[in-house]
């Protein structure tokens, strides 16, 4: 599957959690877009799906997911790939992701995001993944980097050029996690600028903010508090890089008030905003 | 897969079993050491299939307490590990597990509890359905009626029970003292979703025959033939008639069917 990198903007968005449901219906808050948890909404019918139609009346939305395993070596679940189609039918999403990882081997599932090792048999192997999940659901989908606590003796390249090879050879899209590149070059002593430089910004069409839990030696990914300074530096660098990216806040635990997560969604607008003029003015300059 | 196959297996069986010849395959640095890298899957992974039970099993938790619940949680998890996509589902053999187990064996209610608040869990996110109108019932010639069976909505669930668990559950759910556990023989109880919201209730011995029958495909001749065994033939058919109008207005009903005269 080939098309164009001319990548959309859907603007600054939210995780769609249910402790906000009735406050968005209510108050219809200023987001651009929302980002569903897709198992979640991989059920029968009752609440969540009553909800979801709601929202989905009111915003755009993009669906992200935990259990395509693609890294796995079990074969493709087609059971959960007709489910993830018909979801996609329901909610039209702007476009549908999932994580560079595995999560389960022999039909088990940790319900964890498992790292891969970065090797050759793993790019091949996912590449090809990725291309056959994208043809049948007949649209490219985003790969997200994981936050990862361990590193394989067998890996032979950095976590970056692992990403960008495969989506280069799978033709698909990523969504750039910056709180997880921050975890990861804590937890692996590398350097997050470099982690940045090395992604194909054409490919990059969302970015993840999220909070951790410091542990002292190392960062555990936790998305239960908010983005710290040197997350919020690092999403700065990325748009000076890269250039605006559709952006969300991601929290998935101790969720506050939707108030108060509009906060930070205004401080990621904030930063975009300022590098954008920033940018911009650099380009009178020099036109003058 | 010569090399990613024995890796993700090694992994697993460290994940599920604590098998640890998986350490030689992880590089330790001098600041976390190869035993912690591997801790913190491994308690994540505890802890998240822990807090997915507690999810959809939160009043027997507070039954049980914290540390209780988090021995059963991982007891159950060593002989269940999930196999599901969705982790919504995980617990789905909680209650027969209770009621397996040597140790939860003296405590028989358990498993009825977790069958109670599993079964919650279903019909919460059953699939939607119309549900029939008391005024369809009046466009059916009356010679007819005889002929109707009936479709029940998707989230209607029949359970039986021996132990008073919905009591206990809703004072627990209510933050109140809950009663003791006693047996209550075959007490039969109905669990649906009208709107969005789940209710429940018990039934008595002739509405619990009624609507086990409905949900077999008899036909409402054959139903009001069966509550004679509680009621005087003349008053068959109004007692059916009555219950119908019961289900139908508590929303348990979707269709109808019937043959013309």
């Known amino acids: 599957m080939k098309s164009d990198l001319k990548k959309p903007h859907l603007g600054f968005g939210l995780g769609l959690r249910t402790d906000h449901y009735q406050t968005i219906l209510n108050e219809k808050p200023k987001v651009d877009w929302f980002e569903i948890l897709t198992e979640n909404y991989m059920v029968p019918g009752g609440q969540p799906l009553f909800f979801l139609d709601k929202i989905r009346e009111l915003y755009p939305m993009v669906m992200h997911g935990v259990s395509l395993s693609i890294g796995s070596t079990d074969p493709l679940d087609q059971t959960y790939l007709s489910e993830l189609k018909n979801l996609a039918k329901r909610i039209e999403p702007k476009w549908i992701s999932d994580h560079l990882c595995w999560t389960g081997i022999h039909g088990k599932n940790s319900h964890d995001l498992l790292p891969l090792p970065y090797t050759e048999e793993a790019i091949h192997h996912i590449a090809s993944r990725i291309s056959e999940v994208q043809d049948y659901l007949g649209q490219r989908i985003l790969i997200e980097n994981v936050s990862s606590y361990l590193t394989y003796q067998q890996s032979m390249m950095t976590e970056w050029d692992f990403l960008s090879e495969i989506a280069k050879r799978a033709d698909c899209l990523i969504l750039l996690d910056i709180n997880n590149i921050y975890v990861s070059s804590i937890n692996h002593e590398f350097n997050a600028i470099d982690y940045l430089k090395g992604m194909p910004a054409e490919r990059v069409y969302q970015i993840h903010l999220a909070g951790h839990s410091n542990m002292g030696d190392y960062i555990i990914d936790t998305h239960d508090h908010d983005v710290i300074d040197p997350v919020w530096d690092l999403y700065a660098e990325t748009i000076r890089l890269m250039g605006p990216v559709s952006t969300m806040i991601e929290r998935d635990d101790n969720i506050p008030e939707l108030s108060e997560i509009l906060i930070e969604l205004n401080h990621a607008r904030a930063i975009e905003k300022s590098i954008r003029e920033k940018s911009h003015e650099k380009f009178i300059a020099l036109a003058e | ?261």
């Open chain 2, 1 to 261: 897969m010569k090399n990613l196959l024995p890796l993700q297996n090694k992994f697993q069986d460290y994940l599920l079993n604590l098998r640890d010849d998986f350490k030689k395959d992880i590089v330790g640095t001098e600041r976390v050491s190869t035993e912690t890298r591997l801790g913190i899957y491994r308690d994540a992974y505890r802890i998240r299939l822990h807090d997915a039970l507690a999810a959809n099993f939160p009043i027997l938790k507070i039954y049980l307490g914290d540390e209780q619940f988090e021995e059963l949680a991982f007891d159950y998890l060593a002989e269940y590990p999930s196999h599901f996509r969705s982790i919504r589902w995980f617990g789905d053999h909680l209650s027969p597990f209770l009621s397996q187990q040597e140790k939860y064996k003296a405590f028989p209610f358990l498993s009825e509890l977790a069958q109670f608040e599993w079964t919650q869990t279903l019909v919460f996110d059953a699939k939607n359905s119309e549900i029939l109108q008391l005024e369809e019932l009046g466009l059916i010639p009356p010679e007819s009626w005889g002929s109707m069976t009936f479709e029940l909505h998707p989230s209607v669930h029949r359970l039986t029970f021996s132990w008073n668990v919905p009591p206990i559950w809703q004072a627990l759910s209510d933050e109140t003292t809950p009663p003791e556990p006693i047996q209550t023989p075959n007490t039969a109880w109905i669990l649906w979703r009208q709107e969005l919201v789940t209710h429940f209730c018990s039934l008595s011995e002739e509405e619990a025959f009624g609507l086990d029958a409905l949900m077999k495909g008899n036909s409402f001749e054959k139903i009001c033939e069966g509550l004679c065994q509680w009621v005087e033939e003349d008053q068959a058919a109004m007692k059916a008639a009555s219950l119908l109008k019961g289900w139908i207005l508590a929303g348990l009903i979707a269709k109808v069917a019937w043959v013309k005269p």
